[in-house]
């Protein structure tokens, strides 16, 4: 079974930028290839909601609320999945979950102020 960790959140102001990342372990290479994965992000109170997917293909996802600041992509190699966000806004602010092979990271909180 996969395992995910996350890092990179922390507290930052409106309008800068942080970049995520999530590691997979227990699978290899050739199969985090194939795998499609995923950023969500949860607030308190408020349903999971997804914020970036990239296919086994390669093709990025995103939901509307972030397209044009936030870019997913992936190192294969590393088995690492990446959110890249700019411009971010107050309401950016929730823990971010990395999600692939039905398995879940731990999570990284995100807070931007304002």
């Known amino acids: 079974q996969v395992q995910l960790v996350e890092s990179g959140g ?7 930028s942080l970049r995520l990342s999530c590691v997979a372990s227990g699978i290899s290479a050739i199969i985090f290839r194939i795998s499609g ?3 969500y992000r949860q607030v308190p109170g408020k349903q999971r909601e997804l914020v970036a997917n990239i296919a086994s ?4 996802t995103y939901a509307d ?31 971010y979950f990395c999600m692939g092979r039905n398995s879940w990271g731990q999570g990284t909180q995100v807070t931007v102020s304002s």
């Open 10 to 16: 922390g507290l930052v102001q409106a309008g800068g």
């Open 37 to 39: 994965m995923g950023w």
């Open 57 to 60: 293909g390669g093709t990025p």
């Open 65 to 95: 609320s972030v397209k044009g600041r936030f870019t997913i992509s992936r190192d294969i190699a590393k088995k690492t999945v990446y959110l890249q966000m700019n411009s971010l806004k107050p309401e950016d602010t929730a823990v």
